[in-house]
């Protein structure tokens, strides 16, 4: 039988005795000397997770994969892995907003990192240049590669919504002066059932983010695990009118960057998209007044979709190194009737062809992995157009990309 939740065993409870007998199982629980304890009081109780065996079985499969994706992880060359990572960032951000009916493409949040990578914020004039929609809630994610600083402060929380919502907030949700929303929210469903009331006032909601902030840097609970109940936390405070859901998720990412790898971290948002119910079902049960505030039904859920995310990426990633294998013995094959600073290009385009969103190779960005000037890498690009492996598909700036022939002389196809 899986962990069952408080609540269930309540209502499978036929005896007179059953709040009784509830209160004893949660006591059971929560005293356990297993349990993880928060401080943090809710409206049904005191945050715990308590550890069965599901949940510690869970969590190893969790460690274990790990270790596959960062093998497969380390055996990628530098070209593949900053192409990948970059998709992944793309996708992530897409899906994370998609879950909150936010509409926005990959190229969109292409366009954002190109803004992000000029920072063109700090030339003079900056407050005048067109805006890149969502450069702001990409660069959050571009930064995660250098392992940013957990929040530390109220004001860092609401620098961090900021920048997330800034190109999708409705004028009627913006907070002003104040930190947090000062009014009520209430969440229902389509049929007008209300499925969570936001806290307050907004002394409340402080109040719980200066302890979800202890919680997130508490070192007497595994990281993975203060992350997750910290993700719910956040959802259950709902310190603002809108933009929470992708808040808590890019705070979900930027807390699990620290136990979990980058490309793990970077999957969650797209495996969360596909299982939206199984998602915000865990909120809902974590809610239940007979629940407690248990989280653990929460954290064996998301573990669930952590797992998940591993499984579709270990795949993934499994399908792109054959292919780069066999691209490797493909390329060298060209050099009896291309120039090797050729066939270095026609290498660096195939991975492209596999890694990148858009299957582009950009001539400055060859030119700099060369070390060559560009004309000299123009040099060798024009080499592949006359031998139709390759085609220049934008000329500010030059990006080119595989032909039909250069993908299927390359085993691409």
Request: hydrophobic share 40%; proline share 4%; aromatic share 8%.
């Amino acid at each position: 039988m899986a962990y069952p939740t408080l609540e269930k065993l309540f209502h499978v409870d036929r005896t007179s005795d059953r709040y009784e007998n509830l209160q004893h199982l949660l006591q059971q629980r929560i005293s356990s000397e297993s349990t993880f304890r928060t401080g943090i009081y809710l409206d049904s109780g005191e945050l715990f997770l308590a550890i069965p065996r599901e949940l510690s079985v869970l969590h190893e499969r969790v460690l274990r994969r790990e270790r596959r994706v960062s093998a497969l992880w380390k055996g990628l060359p530098t070209i593949a892995l900053g192409a990948y990572i970059r998709s992944l960032i793309l996708d992530e951000v897409v899906y994370s907003n998609e879950i909150e009916g936010v509409r926005s493409t990959r190229r969109d949040i292409e366009i954002a990192l190109e803004h992000a990578r000029r920072d063109t914020s700090s030339l003079p004039g900056a407050a005048g240049k067109s805006h890149a929609p969502f450069a702001e809630f990409a660069q959050l994610y571009l930064n995660l590669t250098d392992n940013p600083q957990q929040p530390q402060s109220l004001q860092d929380i609401r620098d961090i919504y900021d920048s997330v919502v800034r190109d999708a907030l409705d004028k009627r949700d913006r907070l002003g002066e104040a930190l947090f929303r000062t009014g009520q929210v209430v969440i229902a469903n389509k049929q007008g059932r209300v499925l969570h009331t936001g806290v307050s006032p907004e002394s409340k909601i402080e109040a719980l983010l200066t302890q979800w902030i202890a919680l997130s840097q508490s070192d007497s609970i595994p990281e993975t695990y203060s992350a997750l109940l910290c993700h719910f936390l956040f959802g259950y405070i709902h310190p603002f009118y809108d933009g929470n859901g992708r808040t808590g998720r890019y705070l979900l990412a930027l807390q699990l960057s620290r136990p979990l790898s980058q490309p793990t971290v970077l999957s969650l948002s797209r495996t969360i998209a596909e299982n939206k119910n199984v998602y915000y079902e865990a909120f809902d049960v974590t809610e239940r007044p007979l629940n407690h505030a248990e989280g653990t039904h929460f954290v064996l859920t998301m573990l669930g979709l952590i797992g998940d995310a591993q499984e579709s990426l270990i795949s993934d990633l499994e399908e792109k190194q054959s292919s780069l294998d066999e691209l490797e013995v493909a390329v060298k094959q060209c050099s009896n009737e291309l120039s090797r600073r050729a066939c270095d290009v026609l290498y660096f385009a195939a991975q492209m062809d596999i890694f990148n969103a858009f299957r582009e190779t950009r001539l400055d960005d060859v030119a700099v992995w060369l070390g060559v000037s560009k004309p000299t890498s123009r040099k060798a690009f024009d080499e592949l157009g006359a031998h139709d492996l390759i085609i220049k598909t934008s000329q500010r700036p030059p990006v080119f990309e595989l032909t039909p022939k250069g993908r299927n002389l390359l085993g691409l196809m």
